[in-house]
Protein backbone atom coordinates (compact mmCIF):
# COMPACT_ATOMS: atom_id res chain seq x y z
CA UNK A 1 0.00 0.00 0.00
CA UNK A 2 0.98 3.50 -0.86
CA UNK A 3 3.36 4.50 2.11
CA UNK A 4 3.81 8.44 0.95
CA UNK A 5 0.86 10.58 0.34
CA UNK A 6 1.15 13.88 -1.25
CA UNK A 7 -1.88 16.38 -0.66
CA UNK A 8 -1.68 19.46 -3.52
CA UNK A 9 -3.87 22.22 -1.97
CA UNK A 10 -5.02 22.62 1.36
CA UNK A 11 -9.13 23.72 1.10
CA UNK A 12 -11.67 21.57 1.44
CA UNK A 13 -10.67 18.90 -0.75
CA UNK A 14 -7.29 18.72 0.77
CA UNK A 15 -8.34 18.86 4.10
CA UNK A 16 -10.71 16.19 3.90
CA UNK A 17 -8.93 13.88 1.72
CA UNK A 18 -6.15 14.36 5.19
CA UNK A 19 -8.66 13.54 7.57
CA UNK A 20 -10.22 11.05 5.76
CA UNK A 21 -6.59 8.98 5.44
CA UNK A 22 -5.99 9.28 8.67
CA UNK A 23 -9.55 7.83 10.02
CA UNK A 24 -9.17 5.31 7.52
CA UNK A 25 -5.57 4.13 7.67
CA UNK A 26 -4.39 0.74 8.90
CA UNK A 27 -0.72 1.43 9.41
CA UNK A 28 0.46 4.85 9.91
CA UNK A 29 1.52 6.82 6.66
CA UNK A 30 3.58 9.74 5.49
CA UNK A 31 1.27 12.51 4.61
CA UNK A 32 3.09 15.69 3.14
CA UNK A 33 0.34 18.71 2.56
CA UNK A 34 1.37 21.02 -0.01
CA UNK A 35 -0.43 24.47 -0.34
CA UNK A 36 0.11 28.07 -1.63
CA UNK A 37 -2.26 29.40 1.43
CA UNK A 38 -2.41 27.93 4.79
CA UNK A 39 -6.05 25.61 5.24
CA UNK A 40 -9.20 27.52 5.15
CA UNK A 41 -12.63 28.04 4.10
CA UNK A 42 -13.70 29.99 1.41
CA UNK A 43 -17.43 29.61 2.35
CA UNK A 44 -17.09 31.49 5.33
CA UNK A 45 -15.18 34.56 4.11
CA UNK A 46 -18.70 36.26 3.80
CA UNK A 47 -18.96 35.90 7.17
CA UNK A 48 -15.64 37.58 8.10
CA UNK A 49 -16.23 40.20 5.46
CA UNK A 50 -19.39 41.06 7.38
CA UNK A 51 -17.31 40.65 10.68
CA UNK A 52 -19.51 38.16 12.64
CA UNK A 53 -16.61 36.13 12.66
CA UNK A 54 -13.05 36.88 13.55
CA UNK A 55 -10.18 36.02 10.98
CA UNK A 56 -8.70 33.10 13.21
CA UNK A 57 -11.83 31.54 12.68
CA UNK A 58 -11.94 30.68 9.03
CA UNK A 59 -8.67 28.52 9.32
CA UNK A 60 -9.72 25.04 9.10
CA UNK A 61 -6.22 23.72 10.63
CA UNK A 62 -3.70 25.83 12.99
CA UNK A 63 0.23 24.70 12.26
CA UNK A 64 -0.25 22.81 15.52
CA UNK A 65 -2.87 20.94 14.52
CA UNK A 66 -1.30 19.76 11.39
CA UNK A 67 1.74 18.68 13.39
CA UNK A 68 -0.48 16.78 15.95
CA UNK A 69 -1.64 15.21 12.30
CA UNK A 70 1.63 14.44 11.44
CA UNK A 71 1.62 16.32 8.41
CA UNK A 72 4.62 17.51 6.52
CA UNK A 73 4.29 20.91 5.33
CA UNK A 74 4.74 23.38 2.57
CA UNK A 75 2.60 26.24 2.92
CA UNK A 76 2.93 29.01 0.89
CA UNK A 77 4.32 27.27 -2.12
CA UNK A 78 3.00 26.38 -5.39
CA UNK A 79 3.27 23.19 -6.89
CA UNK A 80 4.64 23.79 -10.23
CA UNK A 81 5.09 20.53 -12.11
CA UNK A 82 4.23 16.80 -11.42
CA UNK A 83 6.65 14.27 -12.98
CA UNK A 84 4.14 11.53 -12.97
CA UNK A 85 7.14 9.14 -14.47
CA UNK A 86 8.99 9.12 -11.39
CA UNK A 87 6.34 10.21 -8.81
CA UNK A 88 7.89 13.67 -7.83
CA UNK A 89 6.39 17.13 -7.95
CA UNK A 90 8.27 19.97 -7.94
CA UNK A 91 7.29 23.24 -5.69
CA UNK A 92 7.97 27.05 -6.59
CA UNK A 93 11.33 27.17 -4.45
CA UNK A 94 12.70 24.44 -6.11
CA UNK A 95 12.15 21.63 -3.41
CA UNK A 96 11.42 18.12 -4.99
CA UNK A 97 8.34 15.98 -2.94
CA UNK A 98 8.73 12.22 -4.13
CA UNK A 99 5.19 10.61 -3.68
CA UNK A 100 3.18 6.92 -4.20
CA UNK A 101 0.40 8.38 -4.74
CA UNK A 102 -1.23 11.84 -4.98
CA UNK A 103 -3.79 14.21 -4.77
CA UNK A 104 -4.41 17.45 -6.98
CA UNK A 105 -7.19 19.63 -4.98
CA UNK A 106 -6.13 23.04 -6.11
CA UNK A 107 -8.94 24.50 -6.90
CA UNK A 108 -9.98 27.31 -8.69
CA UNK A 109 -9.49 31.37 -8.84
CA UNK A 110 -11.35 34.07 -9.57
CA UNK A 111 -11.23 35.39 -12.97
CA UNK A 112 -12.26 39.43 -14.07
CA UNK A 113 -13.71 40.26 -16.79
CA UNK A 114 -11.47 41.57 -19.66
CA UNK A 115 -11.58 45.36 -19.59
CA UNK A 116 -8.80 48.06 -18.92
CA UNK A 117 -8.52 48.71 -16.18
CA UNK A 118 -10.11 45.71 -14.08
CA UNK A 119 -6.71 45.44 -12.57
CA UNK A 120 -6.58 49.17 -11.42
CA UNK A 121 -6.90 49.93 -7.40
CA UNK A 122 -10.13 50.11 -6.19
CA UNK A 123 -11.38 47.06 -8.49
CA UNK A 124 -11.09 43.30 -6.29
CA UNK A 125 -11.72 40.24 -6.59
CA UNK A 126 -13.77 37.60 -3.99
CA UNK A 127 -12.21 34.64 -3.67
CA UNK A 128 -9.12 34.45 -1.59
CA UNK A 129 -8.62 35.48 2.11
CA UNK A 130 -6.31 38.30 1.30
CA UNK A 131 -8.94 39.35 -1.61
CA UNK A 132 -11.34 39.57 1.16
CA UNK A 133 -9.25 41.71 3.96
CA UNK A 134 -8.67 43.98 0.52
CA UNK A 135 -12.24 44.19 0.46
CA UNK A 136 -12.88 44.60 4.14
CA UNK A 137 -10.21 47.40 4.64
CA UNK A 138 -11.75 49.16 1.79
CA UNK A 139 -15.84 49.12 2.37
CA UNK A 140 -17.16 52.35 4.90
CA UNK A 141 -20.85 53.31 6.24
CA UNK A 142 -22.19 54.56 2.72
CA UNK A 143 -19.50 53.18 -0.02
CA UNK A 144 -20.97 52.76 -2.74
CA UNK A 145 -20.19 49.09 -4.44
CA UNK A 146 -20.64 47.71 -7.73
CA UNK A 147 -20.80 43.97 -7.88
CA UNK A 148 -20.02 43.36 -11.46
CA UNK A 149 -21.33 39.87 -12.11
CA UNK A 150 -24.92 38.52 -10.65
CA UNK A 151 -23.57 34.74 -10.31
CA UNK A 152 -24.20 32.55 -7.22
CA UNK A 153 -20.15 33.56 -5.44
CA UNK A 154 -22.01 37.56 -5.99
CA UNK A 155 -24.89 36.14 -3.97
CA UNK A 156 -22.91 34.96 -1.44
CA UNK A 157 -21.53 38.45 -0.86
CA UNK A 158 -24.49 40.63 -1.00
CA UNK A 159 -25.92 40.30 2.58
CA UNK A 160 -22.01 41.30 3.99
CA UNK A 161 -21.32 44.30 1.96
CA UNK A 162 -24.74 45.41 2.54
CA UNK A 163 -24.72 44.93 6.74
CA UNK A 164 -21.79 47.17 6.35
CA UNK A 165 -23.85 49.98 5.74
CA UNK A 166 -22.67 50.04 1.48
CA UNK A 167 -24.94 50.93 -0.83
CA UNK A 168 -24.87 48.81 -3.37
CA UNK A 169 -25.52 48.20 -7.67
CA UNK A 170 -25.43 44.93 -9.37
CA UNK A 171 -24.30 44.58 -12.80
CA UNK A 172 -24.95 41.56 -14.84
CA UNK A 173 -24.15 41.50 -18.85
CA UNK A 174 -26.49 38.03 -19.02
CA UNK A 175 -30.26 39.17 -19.57
CA UNK A 176 -30.76 37.88 -15.84
CA UNK A 177 -29.39 37.33 -12.31
CA UNK A 178 -28.24 34.15 -10.99
CA UNK A 179 -27.93 32.76 -15.47
CA UNK A 180 -26.82 29.80 -13.80
CA UNK A 181 -28.99 29.26 -10.91
CA UNK A 182 -32.18 30.11 -11.59
CA UNK A 183 -34.14 30.42 -14.07
CA UNK A 184 -36.31 33.80 -15.54
CA UNK A 185 -39.12 33.77 -13.13
CA UNK A 186 -37.15 33.13 -10.57
CA UNK A 187 -34.40 35.86 -11.05
CA UNK A 188 -37.61 38.00 -11.49
CA UNK A 189 -38.73 37.46 -8.53
CA UNK A 190 -35.31 38.17 -7.28
CA UNK A 191 -34.58 41.18 -8.98
CA UNK A 192 -37.74 42.80 -7.40
CA UNK A 193 -36.87 41.37 -3.80
CA UNK A 194 -33.36 43.09 -4.23
CA UNK A 195 -34.50 46.21 -5.68
CA UNK A 196 -37.52 46.73 -2.54
CA UNK A 197 -34.41 46.02 -0.44
CA UNK A 198 -32.59 49.19 -1.80
CA UNK A 199 -30.48 47.31 -3.96
CA UNK A 200 -30.07 48.93 -7.65
CA UNK A 201 -29.91 46.16 -10.57
CA UNK A 202 -28.70 46.24 -14.39
CA UNK A 203 -29.12 43.31 -16.43
CA UNK A 204 -28.12 42.90 -19.88
CA UNK A 205 -25.24 46.01 -19.20
CA UNK A 206 -21.86 45.22 -20.45
CA UNK A 207 -19.02 46.82 -18.83
CA UNK A 208 -16.35 48.48 -21.35
CA UNK A 209 -13.85 49.77 -18.96
CA UNK A 210 -12.79 51.16 -15.28
CA UNK A 211 -11.03 54.41 -15.05
CA UNK A 212 -9.87 56.39 -11.93
CA UNK A 213 -12.02 60.07 -11.21
CA UNK A 214 -10.66 61.44 -8.68
CA UNK A 215 -9.88 58.72 -6.40
CA UNK A 216 -13.35 57.05 -7.53
CA UNK A 217 -13.95 54.31 -10.39
CA UNK A 218 -16.02 55.32 -13.26
CA UNK A 219 -17.38 52.36 -14.87
CA UNK A 220 -18.20 52.75 -18.40
CA UNK A 221 -21.42 50.88 -19.57
CA UNK A 222 -21.46 50.16 -23.08
CA UNK A 223 -25.50 51.45 -22.76
CA UNK A 224 -27.40 52.77 -20.14
CA UNK A 225 -25.28 55.46 -18.32
CA UNK A 226 -21.66 54.99 -16.22
CA UNK A 227 -21.13 54.30 -12.87
CA UNK A 228 -19.27 55.86 -10.51
CA UNK A 229 -18.13 53.27 -7.35
CA UNK A 230 -16.26 53.47 -4.17
CA UNK A 231 -15.50 49.82 -4.69
CA UNK A 232 -15.94 47.50 -7.54
CA UNK A 233 -16.44 43.87 -6.91
CA UNK A 234 -15.59 41.67 -10.03
CA UNK A 235 -17.67 38.64 -9.29
CA UNK A 236 -17.11 36.90 -12.78
CA UNK A 237 -16.54 33.71 -12.96
CA UNK A 238 -13.85 31.29 -11.68
CA UNK A 239 -11.21 29.05 -13.38
CA UNK A 240 -9.87 25.57 -12.05
CA UNK A 241 -5.60 26.05 -11.30
CA UNK A 242 -4.78 23.69 -13.50
CA UNK A 243 -2.05 25.48 -16.13
CA UNK A 244 1.07 24.17 -13.73
CA UNK A 245 -0.15 20.66 -14.66
CA UNK A 246 0.82 21.44 -18.42
CA UNK A 247 2.99 18.41 -19.96
CA UNK A 248 1.99 16.29 -17.43
CA UNK A 249 0.11 12.85 -18.15
CA UNK A 250 -2.44 13.98 -16.55
CA UNK A 251 -5.79 14.19 -19.00
CA UNK A 252 -7.55 17.16 -18.71
CA UNK A 253 -10.37 17.99 -19.98
CA UNK A 254 -12.81 21.20 -18.48
CA UNK A 255 -10.90 20.10 -14.87
CA UNK A 256 -8.95 16.72 -14.32
CA UNK A 257 -11.03 13.44 -15.48
CA UNK A 258 -11.53 11.30 -12.74
CA UNK A 259 -13.32 8.34 -12.83
CA UNK A 260 -15.70 6.47 -9.88
CA UNK A 261 -13.06 6.19 -7.52
CA UNK A 262 -12.00 9.82 -8.42
CA UNK A 263 -8.47 8.35 -10.11
CA UNK A 264 -7.02 10.23 -12.99
CA UNK A 265 -5.66 8.90 -15.89
CA UNK A 266 -2.54 8.38 -14.30
CA UNK A 267 -3.66 5.52 -11.81
CA UNK A 268 -2.22 6.97 -8.76
CA UNK A 269 -2.72 10.39 -9.22
CA UNK A 270 -6.30 11.35 -7.75
CA UNK A 271 -8.03 14.64 -8.54
CA UNK A 272 -11.03 16.54 -6.38
CA UNK A 273 -13.02 19.19 -5.61
CA UNK A 274 -13.31 22.47 -8.04
CA UNK A 275 -10.57 20.76 -10.00
CA UNK A 276 -12.30 17.30 -10.70
CA UNK A 277 -14.30 16.76 -13.27
CA UNK A 278 -16.30 13.93 -12.05
CA UNK A 279 -19.61 11.95 -12.33
CA UNK A 280 -23.04 14.41 -11.44
CA UNK A 281 -25.29 12.15 -9.45
CA UNK A 282 -28.43 12.95 -11.55
CA UNK A 283 -26.83 12.93 -15.57
CA UNK A 284 -24.02 10.64 -14.53
CA UNK A 285 -21.87 12.10 -17.02
CA UNK A 286 -18.36 14.16 -15.61
CA UNK A 287 -18.55 17.58 -14.65
CA UNK A 288 -17.32 20.48 -13.05
CA UNK A 289 -19.44 21.79 -10.30
CA UNK A 290 -17.02 24.05 -7.99
CA UNK A 291 -18.92 23.65 -4.95
CA UNK A 292 -18.38 23.17 -1.12
CA UNK A 293 -20.21 19.98 -0.52
CA UNK A 294 -18.85 17.90 -3.88
CA UNK A 295 -15.23 18.91 -2.54
CA UNK A 296 -16.10 17.78 0.72
CA UNK A 297 -17.27 14.29 -0.52
CA UNK A 298 -14.38 13.99 -3.18
CA UNK A 299 -12.03 14.70 -0.15
CA UNK A 300 -13.51 11.79 1.47
CA UNK A 301 -13.97 9.73 -1.27
CA UNK A 302 -10.22 9.98 -2.23
CA UNK A 303 -8.84 9.84 1.36
CA UNK A 304 -10.13 6.63 2.13
CA UNK A 305 -8.36 5.16 -1.26
CA UNK A 306 -5.95 6.34 -0.77
CA UNK A 307 -5.56 5.04 2.75
CA UNK A 308 -6.06 1.24 1.03
CA UNK A 309 -9.85 1.18 0.81
CA UNK A 310 -12.02 0.16 -2.25
CA UNK A 311 -14.71 3.37 -2.69
CA UNK A 312 -16.58 4.02 -5.07
CA UNK A 313 -18.28 7.52 -5.98
CA UNK A 314 -22.01 7.39 -6.64
CA UNK A 315 -22.20 11.33 -7.87
CA UNK A 316 -22.41 14.27 -6.59
CA UNK A 317 -25.25 16.34 -6.54
CA UNK A 318 -25.71 20.10 -7.40
CA UNK A 319 -26.65 22.19 -4.65
CA UNK A 320 -27.34 26.17 -4.87
CA UNK A 321 -28.38 28.26 -1.88
CA UNK A 322 -28.37 31.47 -0.58
CA UNK A 323 -30.05 34.03 0.91
CA UNK A 324 -30.41 37.22 0.28
CA UNK A 325 -32.44 39.99 2.61
CA UNK A 326 -34.10 37.28 4.12
CA UNK A 327 -35.09 35.28 0.71
CA UNK A 328 -33.98 32.16 0.62
CA UNK A 329 -33.25 31.02 -3.00
CA UNK A 330 -32.03 27.39 -4.08
CA UNK A 331 -32.21 25.07 -7.03
CA UNK A 332 -31.06 21.35 -7.00
CA UNK A 333 -29.59 18.83 -9.63
CA UNK A 334 -30.49 19.15 -13.08
CA UNK A 335 -32.77 22.39 -12.58
CA UNK A 336 -32.16 23.56 -16.65
CA UNK A 337 -32.94 20.37 -17.59
CA UNK A 338 -34.92 21.26 -21.61
CA UNK A 339 -35.81 18.00 -22.25
CA UNK A 340 -37.29 17.39 -18.60
CA UNK A 341 -41.00 17.67 -17.30
CA UNK A 342 -41.85 20.79 -15.68
CA UNK A 343 -44.54 21.99 -13.50
CA UNK A 344 -44.27 24.70 -11.27
CA UNK A 345 -46.07 27.27 -9.09
CA UNK A 346 -45.49 31.44 -8.47
CA UNK A 347 -46.74 33.56 -5.37
CA UNK A 348 -45.57 36.49 -6.29
CA UNK A 349 -47.01 38.68 -3.78
CA UNK A 350 -44.94 36.76 -0.93
CA UNK A 351 -42.76 36.47 -3.07
CA UNK A 352 -42.52 32.41 -3.38
CA UNK A 353 -41.70 29.82 -6.37
CA UNK A 354 -41.33 26.14 -6.82
CA UNK A 355 -40.53 24.42 -10.39
CA UNK A 356 -40.10 20.81 -9.94
CA UNK A 357 -38.53 18.76 -12.85
CA UNK A 358 -39.01 15.42 -13.52
CA UNK A 359 -37.79 12.55 -15.52
CA UNK A 360 -40.73 9.75 -15.49
CA UNK A 361 -42.06 9.71 -11.45
CA UNK A 362 -38.76 10.75 -10.29
CA UNK A 363 -37.66 14.51 -9.42
CA UNK A 364 -34.47 15.21 -10.77
CA UNK A 365 -34.06 19.38 -10.61
CA UNK A 366 -36.25 21.63 -8.09
CA UNK A 367 -36.11 25.12 -7.79
CA UNK A 368 -37.41 26.54 -4.76
CA UNK A 369 -37.61 30.37 -3.35
CA UNK A 370 -39.62 32.19 -0.53
CA UNK A 371 -39.01 34.59 2.61
CA UNK A 372 -36.55 32.73 5.05
CA UNK A 373 -39.41 33.75 7.40
CA UNK A 374 -41.76 31.49 6.36
CA UNK A 375 -40.96 27.97 8.21
CA UNK A 376 -42.18 25.81 5.40
CA UNK A 377 -39.36 27.77 2.75
CA UNK A 378 -36.69 26.33 4.80
CA UNK A 379 -38.36 23.34 5.43
CA UNK A 380 -39.54 22.91 1.29
CA UNK A 381 -35.61 23.38 0.72
CA UNK A 382 -34.18 20.57 2.69
CA UNK A 383 -36.89 17.94 1.57
CA UNK A 384 -36.90 18.97 -2.33
CA UNK A 385 -32.95 18.29 -1.97
CA UNK A 386 -33.82 15.30 -0.55
CA UNK A 387 -36.98 14.26 -3.08
CA UNK A 388 -34.01 14.80 -5.56
CA UNK A 389 -30.62 13.21 -4.09
CA UNK A 390 -32.51 10.35 -3.29
CA UNK A 391 -34.17 9.47 -6.70
CA UNK A 392 -37.30 7.92 -5.21
CA UNK A 393 -39.91 7.00 -7.48
CA UNK A 394 -42.74 9.37 -6.55
CA UNK A 395 -45.41 7.56 -7.73
CA UNK A 396 -49.27 9.15 -7.25
CA UNK A 397 -47.36 11.86 -5.31
CA UNK A 398 -46.31 13.08 -8.87
CA UNK A 399 -50.26 14.24 -9.73
CA UNK A 400 -50.35 15.89 -6.14
CA UNK A 401 -47.21 17.82 -6.46
CA UNK A 402 -48.30 18.90 -9.62
CA UNK A 403 -52.03 20.30 -8.29
CA UNK A 404 -49.85 21.63 -4.93
CA UNK A 405 -46.28 22.40 -5.72
CA UNK A 406 -46.02 24.29 -2.39
CA UNK A 407 -47.45 21.16 -0.11
CA UNK A 408 -43.71 19.44 -0.35
CA UNK A 409 -44.29 17.59 2.99
CA UNK A 410 -46.89 14.82 2.57
CA UNK A 411 -44.85 13.62 -0.52
CA UNK A 412 -41.66 13.58 1.24
CA UNK A 413 -43.17 11.92 4.16
CA UNK A 414 -45.11 9.26 2.32
CA UNK A 415 -42.29 8.24 -0.22
CA UNK A 416 -40.34 7.62 3.03
CA UNK A 417 -37.29 9.69 1.59
CA UNK A 418 -35.80 10.23 4.96
CA UNK A 419 -34.97 6.46 5.09
CA UNK A 420 -33.91 5.72 2.24
CA UNK A 421 -31.12 8.77 2.52
CA UNK A 422 -30.27 8.02 6.38
CA UNK A 423 -28.42 4.52 5.90
CA UNK A 424 -26.37 6.46 3.33
CA UNK A 425 -22.70 7.79 3.98
CA UNK A 426 -20.02 9.34 1.53
CA UNK A 427 -17.34 6.35 2.50
CA UNK A 428 -20.27 3.53 2.63
CA UNK A 429 -20.03 2.93 6.43
CA UNK A 430 -21.49 4.16 9.55
CA UNK A 431 -20.45 7.59 10.75
CA UNK A 432 -18.44 7.96 13.83
CA UNK A 433 -16.90 9.96 16.25
CA UNK A 434 -13.63 11.61 15.69
CA UNK A 435 -11.94 10.13 18.20
CA UNK A 436 -8.17 10.63 17.83
CA UNK A 437 -8.44 11.33 14.46
CA UNK A 438 -8.47 15.17 12.77
CA UNK A 439 -12.08 16.76 13.57
CA UNK A 440 -14.38 17.79 10.46
CA UNK A 441 -13.34 20.59 7.81
C1 LIG B 1 -16.91 33.86 -0.94
C2 LIG B 1 -17.19 32.44 -1.28
C3 LIG B 1 -18.38 31.85 -0.85
C4 LIG B 1 -18.66 30.53 -1.20
N1 LIG B 1 -19.84 30.01 -0.77
C5 LIG B 1 -20.16 28.76 -1.13
C6 LIG B 1 -21.41 28.20 -0.71
O1 LIG B 1 -22.21 28.83 -0.01
N2 LIG B 1 -21.70 26.94 -1.11
C7 LIG B 1 -20.84 26.21 -1.87
O2 LIG B 1 -21.15 25.08 -2.22
N3 LIG B 1 -19.65 26.71 -2.29
C8 LIG B 1 -19.29 27.97 -1.93
N4 LIG B 1 -18.10 28.48 -2.33
C9 LIG B 1 -17.20 27.66 -3.19
C10 LIG B 1 -16.34 26.74 -2.33
O3 LIG B 1 -15.64 27.52 -1.40
C11 LIG B 1 -15.37 25.97 -3.23
O4 LIG B 1 -16.12 25.14 -4.08
C12 LIG B 1 -14.42 25.10 -2.37
O5 LIG B 1 -13.55 25.92 -1.63
C13 LIG B 1 -13.59 24.18 -3.27
O6 LIG B 1 -12.67 23.47 -2.47
P1 LIG B 1 -11.30 22.95 -3.10
O7 LIG B 1 -10.60 22.25 -1.99
O8 LIG B 1 -11.55 22.25 -4.36
O9 LIG B 1 -10.50 24.27 -3.49
P2 LIG B 1 -10.04 25.49 -2.60
O10 LIG B 1 -10.83 25.59 -1.36
O11 LIG B 1 -10.01 26.65 -3.52
O12 LIG B 1 -8.55 25.09 -2.17
C14 LIG B 1 -7.52 25.00 -3.11
C15 LIG B 1 -6.20 25.14 -2.41
O13 LIG B 1 -5.13 24.89 -3.33
C16 LIG B 1 -4.13 25.90 -3.21
N5 LIG B 1 -3.42 25.98 -4.49
C17 LIG B 1 -3.82 26.52 -5.66
N6 LIG B 1 -2.87 26.34 -6.62
C18 LIG B 1 -1.85 25.68 -6.03
C19 LIG B 1 -0.62 25.17 -6.49
N7 LIG B 1 -0.20 25.29 -7.76
N8 LIG B 1 0.19 24.55 -5.61
C20 LIG B 1 -0.19 24.38 -4.31
N9 LIG B 1 -1.37 24.84 -3.82
C21 LIG B 1 -2.19 25.45 -4.67
C22 LIG B 1 -4.94 27.14 -2.84
O14 LIG B 1 -4.12 28.12 -2.25
C23 LIG B 1 -5.95 26.54 -1.87
O15 LIG B 1 -5.40 26.44 -0.58
C24 LIG B 1 -17.75 29.78 -1.98
C25 LIG B 1 -16.55 30.36 -2.40
C26 LIG B 1 -16.28 31.68 -2.05
C27 LIG B 1 -15.00 32.31 -2.51
Redesign the pocket.
Given at each position: MPRRHLI????????NAIRTIREEETERSTITL????K?????V??YYLDRSIAESHVFTATARVLADWGVTTHLG????ALDTKVNACTLDDGTTVEYDDCLI?????AVRAPVPGADGPGVHS???LDQ?RGVLAQIRPGSHVVMVGAG??AF??LNSILSLGAKLTIVEVAPRILPRMIDDTGAGLVQTWLEKNGVAVRTGAKLTRIDEVKGRRRLKMAAGGDLVADVVIMATGIRT?LA?LNGSEVKINQGVVVDDRLRSSVPNVYA????AEGRDLISQANAVH??????QE??RIVGANMAGKDVRYRGSLI????EVCHLDVASFGAWDDAKAETMSGVKADRPAYRKLLWRGDRLTGAIILGPSTDIWTTNDVGMLKGLVQSGVSLGAWKAYLKKNPFDIKPAFIATKTTSSLLPETILGRPSKAPGESPVAV
Amino acid sequence: MPRRHLIIGGGTAGMNAIRTIREEETERSTITLVSAEKPYSRMVLPYYLDRSIAESHVFTATARVLADWGVTTHLGKHATALDTKVNACTLDDGTTVEYDDCLIATGSSAVRAPVPGADGPGVHSFWTLDQARGVLAQIRPGSHVVMVGAGFIAFTILNSILSLGAKLTIVEVAPRILPRMIDDTGAGLVQTWLEKNGVAVRTGAKLTRIDEVKGRRRLKMAAGGDLVADVVIMATGIRTNLAWLNGSEVKINQGVVVDDRLRSSVPNVYAAGDVAEGRDLISQANAVHAIEPTAQEHGRIVGANMAGKDVRYRGSLIINIVEVCHLDVASFGAWDDAKAETMSGVKADRPAYRKLLWRGDRLTGAIILGPSTDIWTTNDVGMLKGLVQSGVSLGAWKAYLKKNPFDIKPAFIATKTTSSLLPETILGRPSKAPGESPVAV
